[in-house]
Nanobody
């Protein structure tokens, strides 16, 4: 079955670093652009970062640019998000997403919770 499984979240101190992983299975990972989104408690989901199939095109939300790094290892079918200088506003459930051309049909993982101590 097609699946995305996030991992690496946890409780961290202000200013610390954390790396999230997303393991993909059931499809050819290398053929897809991938995104990270996050959802803070009681708030809407927001875009975090995207990466093209081979990593040549990367974009970040203004809120994370310079602090977060998205990457991928196509040989391992894995997407990563390296987070640094974490602050309270980064507290959220983080999701990896395989976007599609059909609205409502994006593939989402179940998410991993990142909590940054205030």
């Amino acid at each position: 079955q097609v699946q995305l499984v996030e991992s690496g979240g946890g409780l961290v101190e202000f200013g610390s670093s954390l790396r999230l992983s997303c393991a993909a299975s059931g499809f050819t990972f290398a053929l897809w652009t991938m995104h990270w989104y996050r959802q803070a408690p009681g708030k809407e989901r927001e875009f975090v970062a995207s990466i093209s199939r081979t990593g040549e095109s990367i974009t970040y939300a203004d809120s994370v640019r310079g602090r977060f790094t998205i990457s991928r290892d196509n040989a391992k079918d894995t997407l990563y998000l390296q987070m640094s200088s974490l602050k309270s506003a980064d507290t959220a459930v983080y999701y990896c997403i395989r976007p599609t051309a059909t609205y409502g049909s994006d593939l989402w993982g179940k998410g991993t919770l990142v909590t940054v101590a205030s």
